[in-house]
């Protein structure tokens, strides 16, 4: 079965509001989750990395007061996009490393900005 | 940095075996992973390699050359439902670093 859930799984919204997407861990603690997003055809592109206890690590290019992440607790990160806008439309994913040699990944959320 | 390269598409046979290259260059080495995805849904954990050779995994086999840069997924009896993108991702070293990188995706259609 699923060993990290994700939710929701598609959200419609206008522009200009926020969304949150929840990633948790399900069987298993997670001090470090990552995010990444996916464009249609593309590949999975590294958004940003979620440190449980400490702030959260950005790749080149990703807006952090755009794109806010808070590692709660051991099984639950969240990303929030604020002011969303069209082409913040894409198919974000997270996953969480269990062992050293097993990376999950949750079951995606599409956000769809209109 | 890492660079991750394979095939766009390929296309086989049911019943056939195909190969998916995948040649990397890292600053740093901590494992290579392939993953399959069918559209709109999450990518699903295939195999892992960090010491060269092979790994076999029911119909699925993965291959490593560290000093080549080179893995490739061999899928073996291929069904229908084997159509999907196939991803190879490479770990950077260092404890904090833990995020896989992506190569772009290797699109498998399997005809009958």
């Known amino acids: 079965g699923a060993v990290v859930s994700q939710h929701p799984s598609r959200v419609i919204c206008k522009s200009g509001t926020s969304v949150k997407i929840e990633c948790r861990s399900l069987d298993f603690q997670a001090t470090t989750m990552f995010w990444y997003r996916q464009f249609p055809k593309q590949s999975l592109m590294l958004m940003a990395t979620?440190?449980?206890?400490?702030?959260?690590?950005?790749e080149q290019g990703v807006e952090k007061d755009k794109f806010l992440i808070n590692h709660a607790s051991l099984t639950l990160s969240t990303l929030t996009v604020t002011s969303a806008h069209p082409e913040d439309s894409s198919f974000y994913i997270c996953?969480?490393?269990?062992?050293?040699?097993?990376?999950?990944f949750g079951p995606g959320t599409r956000l769809t900005v209109l | 940095g890492q660079n991750i390269d394979q095939p766009t598409e390929m296309t086989a046979t049911e019943g056939a075996i195909v190969q998916i290259n995948c040649t990397y260059q890292?600053?740093?080495?901590?494992?290579l992973f392939w993953y399959q995805q069918h559209a709109g849904e999450a990518p699903t954990f295939l195999s892992y390699?960090?010491?060269?050779g092979l790994e076999e995994k029911g119909r699925f086999s993965s291959f490593l050359s560290r000093s080549k840069g080179y893995s490739y997924l061999l899928l073996k009896e291929l069904q229908m439902k084997d159509s999907a993108s196939y991803l190879c991702?490479?770990?950077?070293?260092?404890?904090?670093?833990?995020?896989?990188?992506f190569g772009s995706g290797t699109r498998l259609q399997v005809q009958p």
């Open positions: 996953s969480a490393p269990r062992t050293s040699n097993e990376q999950f």
């Open positions: 979620s440190n449980e206890g400490s702030k959260a690590t950005y």
């Open positions: 890292t600053s740093g080495f901590n494992g």
């Open positions: 991702a490479v770990r950077g070293r260092g404890t904090g670093r833990r995020a896989l990188t």
């Open positions: 390699n960090v010491l060269d």
